[in-house]
C-alpha cells in the first residue's frame, strides 16, 4: 500500500497534466461541496426568507443537476482525443454559472432562476468531473490508474476541506439572527471570492493536452 501511495504521488508531481486537471477537479469539486453540502439551504433561506424544507427542495437540483451530468458525459465524446474539448467546455460552464449565481446574489434574482443556475452549475460539473476520472485513466501507466485516482480522489478532498473551512471562516464574520444562518451580504463576499477562484483555474485549460 505505502509503495503504491509513493508512486502515485511521485507521479502526480511529476506529470504536469496531471497536475492541471487537480486543480481544475479539486477547485470545482471544493466549491461545489461547499455550496451544496453546507451553505445553499441557509443562503436561500436568508436572501429569500423561505422554509429550510423549501431551501432544501432548490438545493436539491444542484445534485440532480450533477447526475444528469455524470449520465451525459457518460455518452458524448468517448474518444480521448476529445478530452480537452469536454473538460474544457464544461469547466467554463461552471465556473462561468458561478458568475451567474454571484449577479443573482446581487440582485436578487428569483429563486427559480437561482434554482436553474445551480442545476446548470451541478450538470456541466458533472459532464466535466467523468471526463477528469476518463483523463486520468488515459495518462496513467497500464495497471496503476487505481492508485493514481485513489490519489487524485485524496487530494480533491483536501480541498473539499479547505473550501468548507475557508467559506465558513469568511461567513462567520457575518452572523444572522438565527445560528447557522448568515447575512446576504456575507454570502455575496462568500461567493465573489469562490467566483473569482474558479475563474483563475480555467487558466490551467491552456496548458492540458
Not at 479539486?26 to 453546507?38: A, E, N, P, V, Y
Not at 439572527?177 to 455575496?188: A, D, L, N, Q, V
Request: a positive charge; glycine letters at 10%; hydrophobic letters at 50%.
Amino acid at each position: 500500500l505505502i509503495k503504491q501511495m509513493s508512486f502515485a504521488i511521485k507521479k502526480i508531481a511529476r506529470t504536469r497534466q496531471l497536475l492541471l486537471m487537480l486543480v481544475l477537479w479539486g477547485i470545482s469539486f471544493g466549491s461545489l461541496m461547499s455550496l451544496q453540502g453546507l451553505w445553499a439551504v441557509s443562503w436561500y433561506q436568508s436572501s429569500y426568507g423561505i422554509t429550510a424544507n423549501e431551501a432544501s427542495t432548490w438545493a436539491t437540483l444542484i445534485g440532480i443537476g450533477v447526475m444528469l451530468g455524470n449520465f451525459t458525459g457518460a455518452h458524448i465524446s468517448k474518444d480521448s482525443s476529445k478530452r480537452k474539448k469536454v473538460i474544457s467546455i464544461f469547466c467554463t460552464i461552471y465556473s462561468f454559472s458561478w458568475i451567474g449565481l454571484l449577479l443573482s446574489i446581487y440582485t436578487k434574482a428569483s429563486i427559480v432562476l437561482v434554482g436553474i443556475l445551480g442545476c446548470v452549475l451541478g450538470f456541466a460539473a458533472g459532464v466535466s468531473y467523468v471526463h477528469l476520472t476518463a483523463g486520468v485513466n488515459d495518462i496513467s501507466p497500464k495497471g496503476k490508474n487505481g492508485a493514481l485516482f485513489g490519489m487524485m480522489n485524496f487530494f480533491i478532498f483536501v480541498c473539499v476541506i479547505v473550501y468548507q473551512w475557508g467559506t465558513g471562516v469568511i461567513l462567520q464574520n457575518f452572523p444572522g439572527m438565527t445560528e447557522g444562518i448568515y447575512t446576504h451580504e456575507g454570502y455575496m463576499i462568500t461567493f465573489t471570492v469562490v467566483t473569482i477562484i474558479a475563474l483563475l483555474s480555467l487558466f490551467a485549460i491552456l496548458f492540458i493536452k
